[in-house]
């Protein structure tokens, strides 16, 4: 079974910066693509951006030009740097992983002051 173990989560000022990183355990992480996702109180969750076994990146549009996903396989784990964030940022983010067709992670609060 895969286990993640999310970190990087808190509070931040509008315009910070915040890294989120999702260490996986459990399976063999190189070949399986990873993403984060998130979902705000009320909201669906939404994707925020996904990598797969080759570098391929997708970002929803809410995240292009300020969030950038990466992942360092000797580590089994995959980042999210978030740049210039704004109060709608606020959420919970779930890290996922394609590993037993779809696995997810806890989730780490990310809270942007208003």
């Known amino acids: 079974q895969v286990q993640f173990v999310e970190s990087g989560g808190g509070l931040v000022q509008p315009g910070g910066s915040l890294r989120l990183s999702c260490a996986a355990s459990?399976?063999?992480?190189?070949?399986?693509?990873m993403g984060w996702y998130r979902q705000a109180p009320g909201k669906q969750r939404e994707l925020v951006a996904i990598?797969?076994?080759?570098?391929?990146?997708i970002y929803a549009d809410s995240a292009k030009g300020r969030f950038t996903i990466s992942r360092d396989n000797a580590k089994h784990t995959v980042y999210l740097q978030m740049n210039s964030l704004k109060p709608e940022d606020t959420a919970v983010y779930y890290c996922?992983?394609?590993?037993?067709?779809?696995?997810w992670g806890q989730g780490t609060q990310v809270t942007i002051s208003s």
């Open positions: 990598i797969d076994t080759v570098n391929n990146t």
């Open positions: 459990g399976s063999i992480f190189a070949i399986y693509t």
């Open positions: 996922y992983s394609s590993a037993n067709f779809g696995s």
